[in-house]
C-alpha cells in the first residue's frame, strides 16, 4: 500500500490559515453585501469614468480635467438612463396599452390546449388553475422590494461615487508613501493598470459586441413587429454584460413574449431562431477575435464566478462576476505565491495582457543578452 504524503507542519498550517482566511472573507462579503455591493459598482463606474475621460481626452482638443468632467457626465446619465429605461420601460410594457395584461391569460390557455392537442391528452387545465397554487402575491411584493432596492442602492452607489472620485486626489501621494522605492512604485502602478486594462477590455468587447446584437435583434423584432421593440433591444443591450445567462435571456424572452402579443406561433419561431443565430456567430466568431487577452478566463471560471457572485450579491453580482474574476487573476498573477491559482483562472495559462507580456518577453530577452555579453 502506497504511503500518504508527508506535508511540513508550517505547510499544513500555511494551507489551514488560507482556508480559514477564504472562507472568512466569504462569509464577509455576504453579510456586508448591503455595504459592499454599492461600492463595487461605484468601481466599476470609477473605471468606466477613467476609460472615457482617457478617450474623450485623445479625442477632443479637452484637457484632462475637462474631459473628467465630460466622462463623469456621460457615465453618470447612463447609468440612470439605464434605470430609467428598465423600469419605465417594464412599467408600460406590462401596462393596460400594450394590451399583454389582458391577452396573456387567453394566450396561455390557447397555448396549454395546443400542447395536449399534439401529445393527444384530454382536460388540458386553465392557466388560472396553474397558478392557483402559486403565492403572486410574494412575487409582487418581491418585484417590489427588489425595485426599491435598485433606486436606493443607485443613490448610495452615486454617494461611494463621490467619494471615490474625492480620493483620487492623494492616491499619487497614498502610492509614494506605500511604496518609497521607484522600482517598487513602478510594479505596483503596473499591476493597477493591468487590472484596469483587464476590465476595461472586457467593457470594450462587451459593448461592441453587444451593439452589434442589439442592432440585428431590433431589425429582426421590427420586422417581426414585436411591441416594444426599443425596450427588448436595450434588455438585450443589458443583459449581455452577465455571462451565460445574458445569452439566455436575450435568446429566450422576445420570443416568449411574441407567444402572448401574437395569435400565429410563426413570428415567436422567428424571433428564436433568429436571435439564437445572432447570438451564435457573435459569440462565436466575432467576439473571440476581438477580446484576445483581455478576458483570457477559463470559461468554467467565468461559471463559477456568476454562481458565486450571483449568490452573495445577487444581480449586481452577476453583473460583475466577470469583472471581478478578471481583477483577481491579474492580482494573484503578480505574486510568487499566488501566481499558480492566476494560471488555473486564466484560459491559456498566461494570465496577463498583451502589453505584458510583451513587457515581459522583452525585459527577458534583455536579461539573456546581458547575460551573453558578460559571458563573452
Do not use: H
Not at 498550517?13 to 482556508?19: E, G, I, K, M, V
Not at 484632462?64 to 453618470?76: C, F
Not at 395569435?263 to 476581438?290: D, E, H, K
Not at 494560471?343 to 491559456?348: A, K
Request: glycine share 10%; with cysteine.
Amino acid at each position: 500500500m502506497k504511503s500518504p504524503i508527508t506535508m511540513q507542519p508550517s505547510a499544513v498550517s500555511r494551507n489551514a490559515a488560507a482556508l480559514i482566511a477564504t472562507v472568512a472573507a466569504g462569509a464577509a462579503i455576504y453579510w456586508l453585501r448591503d455595504i459592499l455591493t454599492p461600492l463595487a459598482m461605484a468601481l466599476f463606474l470609477l473605471i468606466m469614468i477613467d476609460g472615457v475621460k482617457r478617450s474623450v481626452a485623445a479625442r477632443t482638443p479637452l484637457n484632462d480635467r475637462w474631459a473628467g468632467v465630460a466622462a463623469l457626465i456621460l457615465v453618470v446619465l447612463a447609468f440612470f438612463a439605464s434605470i430609467a429605461i428598465i423600469v419605465n420601460g417594464a412599467a408600460g410594457f406590462f401596462g393596460e396599452a400594450s394590451g399583454v395584461s389582458q391577452n396573456i391569460g387567453p394566450r396561455i390557455d390557447q397555448i396549454i390546449r395546443d400542447v395536449y392537442g399534439v401529445v393527444r391528452l384530454d382536460n388540458p387545465p386553465t392557466a388560472q388553475e396553474l397558478i392557483n397554487g402559486v403565492d403572486i402575491r410574494g412575487y409582487v411584493a418581491s418585484i417590489a422590494m427588489q425595485v426599491q432596492g435598485i433606486a436606493s442602492g443607485a443613490f448610495f452607489v452615486m454617494v461611494y461615487l463621490g467619494f471615490l472620485l474625492a480620493s483620487q486626489i492623494g492616491f499619487r501621494r497614498k502610492i509614494v508613501a506605500m511604496f518609497p522605492q521607484k522600482a517598487q512604485r513602478d510594479e505596483a502602478v503596473a499591476v493597477f493598470e493591468r487590472v484596469r486594462g483587464g476590465v476595461e477590455g472586457y467593457i470594450w468587447v462587451q459593448t461592441v459586441t453587444g451593439a452589434m446584437i442589439c442592432l440585428a435583434a431590433w431589425i429582426l423584432m421590427r420586422a417581426v413587429g414585436l411591441q416594444n421593440a426599443e425596450f427588448w433591444t436595450f434588455v438585450i443591450f443589458i443583459v449581455g454584460f452577465i455571462p451565460v445567462l445574458g445569452g439566455a435571456v436575450a435568446g429566450l424572452a422576445p420570443p416568449l413574449f411574441a407567444l402572448v402579443q401574437f395569435p400565429s406561433y410563426w413570428p415567436a419561431l422567428i424571433l428564436l431562431v433568429g436571435l439564437q443565430t445572432i447570438l451564435f456567430i457573435v459569440g462565436n466568431l466575432v467576439q473571440p477575435r476581438m477580446q484576445g487577452d483581455n478576458q483570457n478566463i477559463d470559461p468554467v471560471v467565468v461559471l463559477l464566478s456568476l454562481a458565486f457572485w450571483g449568490k452573495l450579491w445577487g444581480v449586481v453580482g452577476m453583473f460583475l462576476s466577470t469583472p471581478l474574476a478578471v481583477m483577481a487573476m491579474a492580482i494573484l498573477a503578480e505574486f510568487q505565491g499566488s501566481r499558480w491559482m492566476a494560471i488555473l483562472l486564466s484560459g491559456d495559462g498566461e494570465p496577463y495582457a498583451d502589453e505584458s507580456k510583451r513587457k515581459d518577453k522583452t525585459r527577458a530577452k534583455s536579461a539573456a543578452g546581458k547575460t551573453a555579453e558578460e559571458e563573452a
